[in-house]
């Protein structure tokens, strides 16, 4: 079993900066792929960025390229989403994740509890 724990989430204001962090634990691989959803009420849960444990591949949506920077510690099993110039449509519940990556989207096996990301205007 893996768990996923994340960090970081709060209320700031628009054009502000955050840095989210998920800390894994239990069975992890190195095969995994960790990667980050989000989730604004009343909406689907999208897609953000994904990496894998040996850095050799990222992904990031194209509604945050440019703005957000996903990483790695892999000594400590930590996965960072750097999220600047932020704006209120980022508002959201974001979600570590850990499985496979499918092309632009991941099967994910493991998720965190979620840390909330408020962006005010």
């Known amino acids: 079993q893996v768990q996923l724990v994340e960090s970081g989430g709060g209320l700031v204001q628009a054009g502000g900066s955050l840095r989210l962090s998920c800390a894994a634990s239990g069975r992890t691989s190195s095969s995994y792929t960790m990667g980050w959803f989000r989730q604004a009420p009343g909406k689907q849960r999208e897609f953000v960025a994904a990496?894998?444990?040996?850095?050799?591949?990222?992904y990031h949506a194209d509604f945050v390229k440019g703005r957000f920077t996903i990483s790695r510690d892999s000594a400590k099993y930590t996965v960072y989403l750097q999220m600047n110039s932020l704006k209120p449509e980022d508002t959201a519940v974001y979600y570590c994740?850990?499985?496979?990556?499918?092309?632009?989207?991941?099967?994910?096996?493991?998720w965190g509890q979620g840390t909330q990301v408020t962006i005010s205007s």
């Open positions: 994740a850990g499985g496979v990556y499918t092309g632009q989207a991941m099967a994910a096996a493991y």
């Open positions: 990496i894998r444990w040996s850095g050799s591949f990222t």
